[in-house]
Protein backbone atom coordinates (compact mmCIF):
# COMPACT_ATOMS: atom_id res chain seq x y z
CA UNK A 1 0.00 0.00 0.00
CA UNK A 2 1.08 3.60 -1.08
CA UNK A 3 0.07 6.72 -1.06
CA UNK A 4 2.23 9.74 -2.61
CA UNK A 5 3.48 11.76 0.60
CA UNK A 6 1.51 14.36 1.31
CA UNK A 7 2.87 17.40 3.51
CA UNK A 8 0.73 21.21 3.70
CA UNK A 9 2.28 23.93 1.99
CA UNK A 10 2.60 27.72 2.06
CA UNK A 11 0.62 29.25 -0.38
CA UNK A 12 1.56 32.51 -1.66
CA UNK A 13 2.51 33.89 -4.65
CA UNK A 14 6.25 33.73 -3.50
CA UNK A 15 5.88 30.24 -2.32
CA UNK A 16 4.95 29.05 -5.53
CA UNK A 17 7.86 30.99 -7.41
CA UNK A 18 9.98 28.83 -5.35
CA UNK A 19 8.08 25.79 -5.65
CA UNK A 20 10.54 22.40 -5.75
CA UNK A 21 7.63 20.67 -7.51
CA UNK A 22 7.58 19.79 -10.98
CA UNK A 23 3.81 20.81 -11.50
CA UNK A 24 1.21 22.70 -9.95
CA UNK A 25 -2.30 21.97 -10.00
CA UNK A 26 -5.02 24.64 -10.17
CA UNK A 27 -8.65 23.96 -10.77
CA UNK A 28 -11.18 25.49 -13.50
CA UNK A 29 -15.18 25.80 -13.40
CA UNK A 30 -17.39 26.00 -16.01
CA UNK A 31 -18.60 29.74 -16.77
CA UNK A 32 -20.91 31.14 -19.03
CA UNK A 33 -18.05 32.24 -21.67
CA UNK A 34 -15.93 29.24 -21.07
CA UNK A 35 -13.48 27.84 -18.02
CA UNK A 36 -12.40 30.21 -15.05
CA UNK A 37 -10.03 30.35 -12.84
CA UNK A 38 -10.79 28.52 -9.28
CA UNK A 39 -10.70 30.40 -5.76
CA UNK A 40 -6.90 29.01 -5.74
CA UNK A 41 -5.17 30.30 -8.86
CA UNK A 42 -4.97 33.50 -8.39
CA UNK A 43 -1.36 32.97 -6.87
CA UNK A 44 -0.26 31.15 -10.39
CA UNK A 45 -2.36 34.03 -11.99
CA UNK A 46 -0.32 36.33 -10.94
CA UNK A 47 3.17 34.52 -11.08
CA UNK A 48 2.11 34.20 -14.71
CA UNK A 49 1.47 37.77 -15.31
CA UNK A 50 -1.82 37.45 -15.03
CA UNK A 51 -1.96 35.11 -18.22
CA UNK A 52 -3.68 31.99 -17.11
CA UNK A 53 -7.32 32.61 -18.44
CA UNK A 54 -6.14 33.56 -21.70
CA UNK A 55 -3.73 30.68 -21.62
CA UNK A 56 -6.31 28.18 -20.90
CA UNK A 57 -9.11 29.70 -22.69
CA UNK A 58 -6.67 29.47 -26.41
CA UNK A 59 -6.05 25.86 -25.06
CA UNK A 60 -9.61 24.98 -25.36
CA UNK A 61 -10.21 24.70 -21.58
CA UNK A 62 -13.78 24.29 -20.88
CA UNK A 63 -13.47 24.04 -16.91
CA UNK A 64 -15.78 20.70 -17.13
CA UNK A 65 -15.59 18.15 -14.40
CA UNK A 66 -12.29 16.04 -14.79
CA UNK A 67 -11.21 18.23 -17.85
CA UNK A 68 -7.20 18.25 -17.80
CA UNK A 69 -4.96 20.57 -19.80
CA UNK A 70 -1.51 21.65 -19.25
CA UNK A 71 0.49 24.46 -20.27
CA UNK A 72 4.30 25.56 -19.97
CA UNK A 73 4.62 28.64 -17.06
CA UNK A 74 8.11 29.22 -19.98
CA UNK A 75 9.93 29.69 -16.50
CA UNK A 76 7.60 32.07 -14.99
CA UNK A 77 7.84 29.27 -12.01
CA UNK A 78 10.44 27.08 -10.77
CA UNK A 79 7.45 24.50 -11.78
CA UNK A 80 7.59 23.70 -15.74
CA UNK A 81 3.80 23.01 -15.96
CA UNK A 82 0.92 24.11 -14.59
CA UNK A 83 -1.86 21.36 -14.53
CA UNK A 84 -5.48 22.78 -15.01
CA UNK A 85 -8.49 20.66 -13.80
CA UNK A 86 -11.85 21.25 -13.88
CA UNK A 87 -14.52 21.25 -11.01
CA UNK A 88 -17.73 21.65 -13.20
CA UNK A 89 -20.47 23.87 -13.18
CA UNK A 90 -20.76 25.42 -9.36
CA UNK A 91 -23.76 25.98 -7.40
CA UNK A 92 -26.29 28.72 -7.86
CA UNK A 93 -24.56 30.40 -5.02
CA UNK A 94 -21.20 29.56 -7.06
CA UNK A 95 -20.26 27.31 -4.77
CA UNK A 96 -18.74 23.68 -4.96
CA UNK A 97 -18.96 20.49 -3.43
CA UNK A 98 -16.53 18.65 -1.67
CA UNK A 99 -17.35 15.48 -4.03
CA UNK A 100 -16.19 17.90 -7.52
CA UNK A 101 -12.95 18.86 -5.27
CA UNK A 102 -12.40 15.07 -4.88
CA UNK A 103 -13.04 13.90 -8.38
CA UNK A 104 -11.09 16.91 -9.85
CA UNK A 105 -8.14 15.92 -7.22
CA UNK A 106 -8.51 12.99 -8.09
CA UNK A 107 -8.39 13.08 -12.28
CA UNK A 108 -5.12 15.78 -11.79
CA UNK A 109 -3.56 13.13 -9.51
CA UNK A 110 -3.89 10.14 -12.32
CA UNK A 111 -2.72 12.73 -14.94
CA UNK A 112 0.28 12.98 -12.41
CA UNK A 113 1.37 9.56 -13.28
CA UNK A 114 5.41 9.67 -13.74
CA UNK A 115 5.76 13.01 -11.79
CA UNK A 116 8.24 13.38 -9.28
CA UNK A 117 6.36 16.20 -6.92
CA UNK A 118 3.60 18.25 -7.76
CA UNK A 119 1.72 21.05 -5.32
CA UNK A 120 -1.89 21.19 -5.24
CA UNK A 121 -3.97 24.40 -4.87
CA UNK A 122 -7.12 22.38 -4.75
CA UNK A 123 -7.41 22.01 -1.21
CA UNK A 124 -7.84 25.69 -1.03
CA UNK A 125 -10.96 24.57 -1.37
CA UNK A 126 -11.84 21.81 0.72
CA UNK A 127 -8.49 20.13 2.27
CA UNK A 128 -10.03 16.91 3.48
CA UNK A 129 -11.83 16.20 -0.05
CA UNK A 130 -8.40 17.46 -2.04
CA UNK A 131 -6.07 15.10 0.14
CA UNK A 132 -8.66 11.87 -0.40
CA UNK A 133 -8.94 12.47 -4.02
CA UNK A 134 -5.58 13.21 -4.36
CA UNK A 135 -4.31 9.93 -2.81
CA UNK A 136 -6.91 7.84 -3.80
CA UNK A 137 -6.82 8.87 -7.33
CA UNK A 138 -2.78 8.31 -7.62
CA UNK A 139 -3.97 4.48 -6.49
CA UNK A 140 -2.29 1.83 -8.94
CA UNK A 141 -2.47 -1.63 -8.46
CA UNK A 142 0.51 -2.97 -10.24
CA UNK A 143 1.46 -6.00 -8.35
CA UNK A 144 1.10 -8.27 -10.90
CA UNK A 145 2.91 -6.59 -14.03
CA UNK A 146 6.67 -7.35 -14.82
CA UNK A 147 6.42 -3.81 -16.54
CA UNK A 148 4.17 -1.46 -14.22
CA UNK A 149 4.32 1.95 -16.34
CA UNK A 150 4.67 4.79 -14.77
CA UNK A 151 4.77 5.18 -11.13
CA UNK A 152 2.07 7.47 -9.36
CA UNK A 153 2.73 10.98 -8.29
CA UNK A 154 5.76 10.59 -5.20
CA UNK A 155 5.46 13.79 -3.10
CA UNK A 156 2.51 16.10 -3.34
CA UNK A 157 2.64 19.96 -1.20
CA UNK A 158 -0.99 20.59 -0.37
CA UNK A 159 -1.70 24.69 -0.04
CA UNK A 160 -3.21 25.29 3.29
CA UNK A 161 -6.78 27.39 3.27
CA UNK A 162 -6.82 30.42 4.53
CA UNK A 163 -9.29 29.49 6.59
CA UNK A 164 -8.57 27.50 10.12
CA UNK A 165 -5.06 27.48 12.05
CA UNK A 166 -2.20 25.30 11.02
CA UNK A 167 -2.63 22.57 13.57
CA UNK A 168 -6.07 22.14 12.35
CA UNK A 169 -4.97 21.48 9.08
CA UNK A 170 -2.55 19.48 9.84
CA UNK A 171 -5.41 17.41 11.53
CA UNK A 172 -6.96 17.81 8.36
CA UNK A 173 -4.43 15.92 6.38
CA UNK A 174 -3.56 13.34 8.84
CA UNK A 175 -7.14 11.93 9.22
CA UNK A 176 -7.80 12.61 5.43
CA UNK A 177 -4.52 10.20 4.57
CA UNK A 178 -5.27 7.56 6.91
CA UNK A 179 -9.03 7.70 5.55
CA UNK A 180 -7.46 7.23 2.10
CA UNK A 181 -4.77 4.24 3.44
CA UNK A 182 -8.01 2.29 4.77
CA UNK A 183 -9.44 2.80 1.43
CA UNK A 184 -6.38 1.47 0.06
CA UNK A 185 -5.86 -1.96 1.96
CA UNK A 186 -10.02 -2.86 0.74
CA UNK A 187 -8.69 -2.08 -2.71
CA UNK A 188 -5.60 -4.26 -2.03
CA UNK A 189 -7.49 -7.08 -1.22
CA UNK A 190 -10.11 -6.41 -3.51
CA UNK A 191 -7.41 -6.80 -6.63
CA UNK A 192 -5.86 -9.47 -5.46
CA UNK A 193 -6.64 -12.37 -7.42
CA UNK A 194 -8.42 -15.27 -6.25
CA UNK A 195 -5.67 -17.68 -6.46
CA UNK A 196 -3.47 -15.65 -3.97
CA UNK A 197 -6.49 -14.45 -1.84
CA UNK A 198 -8.71 -17.00 -0.43
CA UNK A 199 -10.01 -17.85 3.26
CA UNK A 200 -7.09 -18.68 4.85
CA UNK A 201 -4.55 -16.41 2.93
CA UNK A 202 -7.57 -13.44 3.75
CA UNK A 203 -7.34 -14.61 7.56
CA UNK A 204 -3.51 -14.43 7.49
CA UNK A 205 -3.71 -10.69 5.98
CA UNK A 206 -6.23 -9.57 8.22
CA UNK A 207 -4.22 -10.84 11.36
CA UNK A 208 -1.01 -9.60 10.49
CA UNK A 209 -3.12 -5.82 9.66
CA UNK A 210 -5.02 -6.32 12.98
CA UNK A 211 -1.99 -6.89 15.30
CA UNK A 212 -0.38 -3.89 13.29
CA UNK A 213 -3.56 -1.41 14.76
CA UNK A 214 -3.38 -3.02 17.99
CA UNK A 215 -6.89 -4.93 17.74
CA UNK A 216 -7.96 -8.08 19.02
CA UNK A 217 -8.39 -11.08 16.54
CA UNK A 218 -10.04 -14.23 16.73
CA UNK A 219 -10.50 -16.77 13.92
CA UNK A 220 -12.28 -19.93 13.92
CA UNK A 221 -11.14 -22.95 11.24
CA UNK A 222 -13.64 -25.21 9.51
CA UNK A 223 -13.25 -27.32 12.37
CA UNK A 224 -14.49 -24.75 15.24
CA UNK A 225 -17.06 -23.58 12.61
CA UNK A 226 -18.39 -26.95 12.48
CA UNK A 227 -18.07 -27.53 16.17
CA UNK A 228 -20.03 -24.11 17.01
CA UNK A 229 -23.05 -24.65 14.10
CA UNK A 230 -21.82 -22.08 11.33
CA UNK A 231 -24.23 -24.04 9.09
CA UNK A 232 -24.42 -21.55 6.17
CA UNK A 233 -20.67 -20.90 6.22
CA UNK A 234 -19.71 -24.26 5.90
CA UNK A 235 -22.44 -24.93 3.66
CA UNK A 236 -20.98 -22.54 1.01
CA UNK A 237 -17.38 -23.29 1.45
CA UNK A 238 -18.39 -26.91 1.34
CA UNK A 239 -17.26 -27.40 -2.51
CA UNK A 240 -13.47 -25.99 -2.26
CA UNK A 241 -10.49 -27.44 -1.23
CA UNK A 242 -9.75 -24.31 0.75
CA UNK A 243 -12.06 -24.55 3.73
CA UNK A 244 -13.98 -21.60 4.90
CA UNK A 245 -12.98 -19.03 7.59
CA UNK A 246 -14.30 -17.15 10.56
CA UNK A 247 -12.59 -13.54 11.51
CA UNK A 248 -13.30 -11.39 14.72
CA UNK A 249 -11.73 -8.30 15.05
CA UNK A 250 -12.45 -5.92 17.63
CA UNK A 251 -11.78 -2.22 18.30
CA UNK A 252 -11.69 -1.25 22.02
CA UNK A 253 -11.42 1.71 23.51
CA UNK A 254 -11.74 2.81 26.92
CA UNK A 255 -14.62 4.45 28.23
CA UNK A 256 -16.41 3.60 25.19
CA UNK A 257 -20.08 4.29 25.44
CA UNK A 258 -21.43 2.65 22.21
CA UNK A 259 -20.53 -0.51 20.28
CA UNK A 260 -20.98 -1.03 16.49
CA UNK A 261 -21.09 -4.85 14.98
CA UNK A 262 -19.77 -4.59 11.61
CA UNK A 263 -20.18 -7.68 9.30
CA UNK A 264 -18.36 -8.05 5.75
CA UNK A 265 -19.77 -10.66 3.18
CA UNK A 266 -16.07 -12.37 2.40
CA UNK A 267 -16.62 -15.20 -0.94
CA UNK A 268 -13.39 -14.91 -1.98
CA UNK A 269 -14.40 -16.19 -5.69
CA UNK A 270 -17.49 -16.80 -6.41
CA UNK A 271 -18.84 -19.49 -9.04
CA UNK A 272 -22.30 -19.54 -8.29
CA UNK A 273 -21.27 -23.23 -7.36
CA UNK A 274 -23.45 -26.17 -8.64
CA UNK A 275 -26.02 -23.19 -9.77
CA UNK A 276 -22.99 -22.10 -11.85
CA UNK A 277 -22.73 -18.37 -13.40
CA UNK A 278 -22.06 -18.05 -17.23
CA UNK A 279 -18.73 -17.53 -17.66
CA UNK A 280 -18.31 -14.12 -19.52
CA UNK A 281 -17.21 -11.98 -17.06
CA UNK A 282 -17.20 -14.31 -14.46
CA UNK A 283 -13.52 -12.99 -13.00
CA UNK A 284 -14.99 -10.20 -11.82
CA UNK A 285 -16.34 -12.13 -8.96
CA UNK A 286 -13.03 -11.88 -7.63
CA UNK A 287 -14.57 -8.85 -6.00
CA UNK A 288 -17.22 -10.86 -4.33
CA UNK A 289 -15.17 -10.57 -0.82
CA UNK A 290 -15.61 -6.41 -1.59
CA UNK A 291 -17.78 -5.83 1.75
CA UNK A 292 -15.43 -8.05 3.81
CA UNK A 293 -12.39 -5.75 2.90
CA UNK A 294 -14.39 -2.94 3.40
CA UNK A 295 -15.37 -4.01 6.64
CA UNK A 296 -11.88 -4.75 7.57
CA UNK A 297 -10.65 -1.52 6.25
CA UNK A 298 -12.84 0.07 8.42
CA UNK A 299 -12.39 -1.03 11.33
CA UNK A 300 -8.48 -0.78 11.13
CA UNK A 301 -9.94 3.06 10.61
CA UNK A 302 -11.58 3.50 13.58
CA UNK A 303 -8.10 1.73 15.72
CA UNK A 304 -6.01 4.06 13.70
CA UNK A 305 -8.07 7.33 14.05
CA UNK A 306 -8.74 5.99 18.02
CA UNK A 307 -12.46 6.26 17.17
CA UNK A 308 -14.11 6.55 20.94
CA UNK A 309 -16.54 3.70 19.92
CA UNK A 310 -16.29 0.01 20.50
CA UNK A 311 -16.23 -1.61 16.75
CA UNK A 312 -16.89 -5.57 16.53
CA UNK A 313 -16.25 -6.41 12.96
CA UNK A 314 -17.38 -10.16 12.05
CA UNK A 315 -16.17 -11.65 8.83
CA UNK A 316 -17.09 -15.09 7.28
CA UNK A 317 -14.82 -16.16 4.15
CA UNK A 318 -15.79 -18.70 2.06
CA UNK A 319 -15.09 -19.78 -2.05
CA UNK A 320 -18.25 -20.91 -3.55
CA UNK A 321 -16.97 -23.55 -5.82
CA UNK A 322 -18.41 -26.51 -7.47
CA UNK A 323 -17.31 -30.10 -6.68
CA UNK A 324 -18.58 -33.40 -5.61
CA UNK A 325 -18.50 -32.07 -2.11
CA UNK A 326 -20.80 -28.90 -3.01
CA UNK A 327 -24.03 -27.79 -1.06
CA UNK A 328 -26.75 -28.61 -3.87
CA UNK A 329 -30.29 -26.68 -4.90
CA UNK A 330 -32.47 -28.93 -2.79
CA UNK A 331 -30.34 -29.11 0.47
CA UNK A 332 -31.52 -27.65 3.72
CA UNK A 333 -28.72 -26.07 6.06
CA UNK A 334 -29.06 -25.58 9.81
CA UNK A 335 -27.90 -22.08 10.55
CA UNK A 336 -25.89 -20.49 13.18
CA UNK A 337 -28.95 -20.23 15.97
CA UNK A 338 -30.58 -22.83 14.83
CA UNK A 339 -33.14 -21.82 11.47
CA UNK A 340 -33.33 -24.02 8.81
CA UNK A 341 -32.78 -22.74 5.01
CA UNK A 342 -33.93 -24.77 2.08
CA UNK A 343 -31.31 -23.83 -0.37
CA UNK A 344 -32.73 -23.13 -3.95
CA UNK A 345 -29.81 -21.47 -5.56
CA UNK A 346 -26.41 -21.68 -4.39
CA UNK A 347 -25.50 -18.72 -6.26
CA UNK A 348 -27.55 -17.24 -3.43
CA UNK A 349 -24.44 -18.24 -1.19
CA UNK A 350 -23.80 -14.37 0.16
CA UNK A 351 -26.94 -14.13 2.10
CA UNK A 352 -26.26 -17.44 3.97
CA UNK A 353 -22.76 -16.48 5.27
CA UNK A 354 -24.02 -13.69 5.85
CA UNK A 355 -26.93 -14.78 8.08
CA UNK A 356 -24.21 -16.48 10.46
CA UNK A 357 -22.19 -13.65 10.86
CA UNK A 358 -25.18 -11.29 11.81
CA UNK A 359 -26.25 -13.63 14.52
CA UNK A 360 -23.12 -14.10 15.99
CA UNK A 361 -22.49 -10.75 16.27
CA UNK A 362 -25.77 -10.12 17.95
CA UNK A 363 -24.40 -11.81 20.80
CA UNK A 364 -22.13 -9.32 21.35
CA UNK A 365 -25.26 -6.95 22.15
CA UNK A 366 -24.19 -4.20 19.82
CA UNK A 367 -26.13 -0.75 19.85
CA UNK A 368 -26.06 -1.06 16.13
CA UNK A 369 -25.31 -3.37 13.02
CA UNK A 370 -23.91 -1.96 9.86
CA UNK A 371 -23.70 -4.80 6.86
CA UNK A 372 -22.14 -4.44 3.30
CA UNK A 373 -21.85 -7.13 0.51
CA UNK A 374 -21.79 -7.46 -3.15
CA UNK A 375 -24.88 -9.45 -2.52
CA UNK A 376 -27.21 -8.66 -5.48
CA UNK A 377 -27.08 -8.49 -9.34
CA UNK A 378 -30.73 -6.86 -9.14
CA UNK A 379 -28.75 -3.68 -7.15
CA UNK A 380 -27.05 -3.06 -10.71
CA UNK A 381 -30.21 -3.63 -12.66
CA UNK A 382 -32.36 -0.82 -9.94
CA UNK A 383 -29.41 1.37 -9.15
CA UNK A 384 -26.26 1.43 -11.44
CA UNK A 385 -23.28 0.60 -10.95
CA UNK A 386 -22.52 3.64 -8.47
CA UNK A 387 -25.26 3.76 -6.31
CA UNK A 388 -25.31 1.06 -3.01
CA UNK A 389 -29.00 0.01 -2.59
CA UNK A 390 -29.32 0.85 1.35
CA UNK A 391 -31.63 -1.12 3.62
CA UNK A 392 -32.56 -1.70 7.27
CA UNK A 393 -34.21 0.03 10.44
CA UNK A 394 -35.79 2.96 8.80
CA UNK A 395 -34.58 5.47 10.86
CA UNK A 396 -31.23 4.39 11.14
CA UNK A 397 -31.43 3.44 7.37
CA UNK A 398 -32.28 6.86 6.63
CA UNK A 399 -29.09 8.58 8.59
CA UNK A 400 -27.03 5.75 7.19
CA UNK A 401 -28.00 6.92 3.66
CA UNK A 402 -28.10 10.28 4.08
CA UNK A 403 -24.11 10.00 5.56
CA UNK A 404 -23.20 7.78 2.46
CA UNK A 405 -24.26 11.11 -0.18
CA UNK A 406 -22.04 13.07 2.96
CA UNK A 407 -19.07 11.21 1.49
CA UNK A 408 -19.90 11.24 -2.16
CA UNK A 409 -19.94 7.22 -2.07
CA UNK A 410 -24.01 7.77 -2.45
CA UNK A 411 -26.29 5.25 -1.55
CA UNK A 412 -30.02 5.22 -2.16
CA UNK A 413 -32.95 4.12 0.83
CA UNK A 414 -34.44 1.27 -0.04
CA UNK A 415 -38.12 -0.22 1.37
CA UNK A 416 -38.58 -4.03 2.81
CA UNK A 417 -41.86 -4.56 1.86
CA UNK A 418 -43.65 -7.06 3.89
CA UNK A 419 -44.99 -8.65 0.91
CA UNK A 420 -41.93 -10.33 0.16
CA UNK A 421 -41.46 -12.48 3.01
CA UNK A 422 -43.97 -15.05 2.10
CA UNK A 423 -42.07 -15.29 -1.00
CA UNK A 424 -39.60 -16.76 1.09
CA UNK A 425 -41.73 -19.79 2.51
CA UNK A 426 -40.38 -22.75 2.20
CA UNK A 427 -41.97 -26.76 2.34
CA UNK A 428 -39.28 -28.14 3.94
CA UNK A 429 -37.22 -25.41 5.94
CA UNK A 430 -38.33 -22.20 8.04
CA UNK A 431 -37.10 -20.12 4.72
CA UNK A 432 -35.67 -20.52 1.47
CA UNK A 433 -32.35 -18.46 0.21
CA UNK A 434 -34.18 -17.06 -2.27
CA UNK A 435 -37.99 -16.13 -3.96
CA UNK A 436 -36.61 -18.04 -7.11
CA UNK A 437 -38.62 -14.80 -9.29
CA UNK A 438 -37.12 -12.31 -11.61
CA UNK A 439 -38.66 -9.76 -9.64
CA UNK A 440 -37.25 -7.04 -6.47
CA UNK A 441 -34.36 -9.40 -5.85
CA UNK A 442 -32.27 -6.72 -4.05
CA UNK A 443 -35.18 -6.26 -2.12
CA UNK A 444 -35.78 -10.23 -1.26
CA UNK A 445 -32.26 -10.26 -0.35
CA UNK A 446 -32.62 -7.61 2.45
CA UNK A 447 -35.92 -9.56 3.62
CA UNK A 448 -34.09 -12.69 3.87
CA UNK A 449 -31.39 -10.65 5.85
CA UNK A 450 -33.93 -9.34 8.21
CA UNK A 451 -34.90 -12.26 9.76
CA UNK A 452 -31.65 -13.07 11.43
CA UNK A 453 -31.03 -9.51 13.00
CA UNK A 454 -32.34 -9.21 16.43
CA UNK A 455 -35.47 -7.76 17.47
CA UNK A 456 -34.79 -4.28 18.42
CA UNK A 457 -31.51 -4.09 16.85
CA UNK A 458 -31.00 -0.71 14.43
CA UNK A 459 -29.52 -2.12 11.64
CA UNK A 460 -28.44 -1.46 8.26
CA UNK A 461 -27.27 -3.58 5.50
CA UNK A 462 -25.78 -1.74 2.06
CA UNK A 463 -25.70 -3.48 -0.99
CA UNK A 464 -22.71 -2.67 -3.45
CA UNK A 465 -22.87 -5.20 -5.95
CA UNK A 466 -21.77 -2.49 -8.46
CA UNK A 467 -20.13 0.21 -6.69
CA UNK A 468 -17.57 -1.98 -5.24
CA UNK A 469 -15.98 -2.92 -8.28
CA UNK A 470 -15.40 -0.28 -11.18
CA UNK A 471 -15.13 -2.34 -14.90
CA UNK A 472 -15.19 0.36 -17.29
CA UNK A 473 -12.75 3.52 -17.65
CA UNK A 474 -11.12 5.41 -14.63
CA UNK A 475 -13.17 8.44 -13.80
CA UNK A 476 -12.67 11.05 -10.38
CA UNK A 477 -10.47 9.78 -8.11
CA UNK A 478 -11.41 5.82 -9.10
CA UNK A 479 -9.57 3.42 -11.01
CA UNK A 480 -10.53 0.32 -12.38
CA UNK A 481 -10.96 -2.79 -10.57
CA UNK A 482 -11.47 -2.54 -6.62
CA UNK A 483 -13.01 0.81 -5.21
CA UNK A 484 -12.97 0.53 -1.99
CA UNK A 485 -17.03 1.69 -1.50
CA UNK A 486 -18.26 1.61 1.44
CA UNK A 487 -15.26 2.08 3.77
CA UNK A 488 -15.24 5.57 3.67
CA UNK A 489 -19.26 5.81 4.60
CA UNK A 490 -18.83 3.16 7.49
CA UNK A 491 -16.20 5.16 8.71
CA UNK A 492 -18.45 8.68 8.76
CA UNK A 493 -21.51 6.70 10.51
CA UNK A 494 -18.86 5.52 12.76
CA UNK A 495 -17.60 9.25 13.82
CA UNK A 496 -21.42 10.74 13.76
CA UNK A 497 -22.44 7.84 16.20
CA UNK A 498 -19.14 8.91 18.59
CA UNK A 499 -20.86 12.27 18.01
CA UNK A 500 -24.44 11.48 18.59
CA UNK A 501 -24.55 8.24 19.85
Known amino acids: MTVPKLALSQHT ?16 VQGTEGAEPARGAGAVDAALGGTLLDALRALGATGKAEEVVKLPTMGALASAVVLAVGLG ?33 LSVLDLQAAVEGTALGAYAFTRYKSEPGDAPVSAVDVAAPAEGTTREHRATLKAATAIAESVIVARDLINTPPN ?19 LEFEVLDEKALRRKGFGGILGVGSGSSRPPRLLKLTHRPARAKTKV ?15 IKPAANMEHMTSDMSGAAAVLAAVLLAAKLKYPVEVVAHIPLAENMPSGTAYRPGDVLTMYGGKTVEVLNTDAEGRLVLADAIVR ?44 AGTGEGGWAM ?45 VHID ?36 NG
Open 13 to 28: EEALVKSKAEVVVVGT
Open 89 to 121: KPDAAGELTPEQVRRASGAAARALAGTGRALTT
Open 196 to 214: DLYPASFADRARKLAESAG
Open 261 to 275: ALVGKGITFDTGGIS
Open 361 to 404: AAEDDPDYLIETSTLTGAQLVALGNRTAGIMGSDEFRDRVAGIA
Open 415 to 459: PLPEELRADLDSRLADLANTTGQRWAGMLAAGVFLREFVAAELPW
Open 464 to 499: IAGPSFNTSAPWGYTGKGGTGVPVRTIAAVLADIAD
